[in-house]
């Protein structure tokens, strides 16, 4: 999702984005205002009036996620957390940290930056309305800015719940990290606590769908599935940083892989190495120079009548720098390159000569079992 953002501007050094899902919830809530909360509240006015106001109102209440976004990001650029960018998506906005918080103390301060500004931002808003409506200005001003005061302030309410990755939740984070000094422990924590929240979200929405609140439900729902799969992506995500810090590709790699020359035919590479050996690739060397690699989906492209007088050669893939890594990379280099670059299988080289392979599964089999790659031949 993020990925396909649009860059917007740069803010004071920050790059706003635009995800094309922020239309959708764009459309929701502008036809919202205008169908059903502005008839509401200003009886009598003409649709096109209600339309116009609707659209200043969507635009306010997205500026306001904007400035509690960049709340979050000027408190983490003064603690010495970068922020890749801010982006505007159906969810709402993210400020997309490139690395965690230093200590309790900045991801405390980081978290509670957001809500504290879009409190002050709904009771200013609240003083304004109130005063206009004093000096009796037009209503739709009133009512415009009093929906401003009012979504702020649920927009605080509903971040300072304590479930990650809400900031209520990375505030918990931040409470239980400075108790136990164990940023792992204090991410799973809080990390629970968001599953609890979306599946919450997701029954709530259940529910209220059976009510016949469609729409209504069904946005509860998507949040709560939002809400979850944050809440263990972050676990996940700080697992792997916790596991892979000081470690490199030297200590998960696959040694001797399974190698094949390039004048064996495909059908032999089939039969004698992939289902042989349960592999889906392998480097191609020869006369014992590594020249390139051959994937499994290479040979969708050939068919299967002529994999006896097909070569291996005909097809492999020669070196790439992307495919190619030196056994010292930082396991969490690697883990951005697979992020950068989609390629999940790697040759590891030294001195241009190669020394073993890794690959997505073998990662995530040293992660979650602790094993070496050695003990997982098949990748």
């Not at 609240?126 to 649920?154: E, H, Q």
């Not at 035919?265 to 992939?274: G, P, Y």
């Not at 010292?328 to 690697?334: E, G, I, V």
Request: aromatic residues 10%; contains cysteine; proline residues 4%.
């Amino acid at each position: 999702m993020i990925s396909n953002a649009t860059r917007l501007f740069d803010l004071d050094g920050f790059e706003i984005r635009l995800d094309p899902s922020w239309f959708l919830i764009a459309g929701l809530v502008t036809w919202t205002l205008a169908s059903e909360y502005f008839p509401m509240t200003l009886p009598g006015l003409t649709g096109a009036a209600y339309l116009v106001l609707a659209i200043v109102a969507m635009l306010g209440f997205f500026g306001s996620l904007l400035l509690h976004e960049l709340a979050h990001s000027f408190v983490a650029r003064h603690f010495g957390v970068r922020i890749r960018a801010i982006t505007l998506f159906l969810f709402g906005g993210v400020a997309e940290l490139e690395s965690e918080p230093p200590t309790a103390k900045a991801e405390f301060w980081i978290a509670i930056a957001g809500p504290v500004l879009s409190v002050v931002l709904g009771v200013s808003l609240l003083f304004c309305a109130g005063v206009l409506r004093l000096v009796a200005a037009p209503a739709a001003f009133v009512m415009v800015l009093s929906y401003l005061a009012t979504i702020n302030l649920i927009i605080a309410g509903f971040n300072m719940v304590p479930a990650f990755p809400m900031d209520g939740g990375r505030i918990l984070r931040a409470a239980l990290w400075h108790r136990h000094g164990d940023l792992l422990r204090a991410t799973r924590v809080a990390s629970r606590a968001g599953e609890v929240f979306g599946y919450v979200l997701v029954a709530l929405g259940l529910l209220l769908v059976f009510q016949a609140g469609f729409v209504g439900g069904f946005w509860y729902i998507l949040i709560g599935v939002f809400v979850l799969a944050a809440a263990r992506s972050a676990y996940q995500s700080q697992l792997m940083q916790s596991r892979f810090a000081g470690h490199v590709v030297a200590d998960v790699m696959i040694r001797e892989p399974i190698i094949v020359s390039p004048d064996l035919t495909l059908s032999e590479f089939v039969n004698q190495v992939l289902l042989k050996h349960r592999i889906s690739f392998a480097p191609v060397v020869a006369d014992g120079v590594l020249i390139g690699q051959i994937d499994k989906r290479m040979l969708a492209a050939i068919d299967r009548d002529n994999w006896n007088n097909t070569l291996v050669g005909d097809i492999f893939v020669g070196l790439e720098d992307a495919a190619v890594i030196p056994p010292d990379l930082p396991l969490q280099a690697l883990m951005t390159r697979i992020a950068q670059t989609g390629n999940r299988k790697f040759l590891v080289v030294k001195d241009h000569a190669l020394v073993g392979v890794v690959t997505l599964a073998s990662l995530i089999g040293y992660l979650h079992g602790g094993e070496t790659a050695e003990k997982t031949r098949a990748w």
